[in-house]
């Protein structure tokens, strides 16, 4: 019996960004759905597709903490400010 493959990303998938990650994804879909791979290609390209999907989250998700932080100074800068003002009127 074969062992089981480590599920590791295809190469590169890590250095794709987002909307490359998606343009993959989505011609992955099309092959699937088309009916022009067999199944063994048709689970080939499955993994793949997951591996896609996973770094689109890690892309997400790396956003949305830049945006929180970014945010976060922000609002903190705006407090300081607010801050300094009163400091002048007292």
Do not use: N, T
């Not at 590791?8 to 791979?37: F, H, M, N, T």
């Not at 932080?69 to 007292?90: C, P, T």
Request: charged share 40%; with cysteine.
């Amino acid at each position: 019996m074969p062992k089981p493959k480590d599920k590791q990303p295809p190469p590169g998938v890590d250095e794709l960004s987002y909307e490359q990650a998606v343009e993959r994804l989505e011609e992955i879909v099309e092959r699937i759905e088309s009916g022009e791979i067999g199944l063994e290609a048709s689970i080939l390209a499955y993994e793949q597709g997951v591996a896609l999907l996973g770094r689109c989250r890690a892309v997400l998700d790396d956003v949305e903490q830049r945006i929180e932080q970014l945010s976060v100074e922000q609002l903190d800068q705006e407090r300081r400010a607010g801050d300094d003002r009163a400091d002048e009127g007292a």
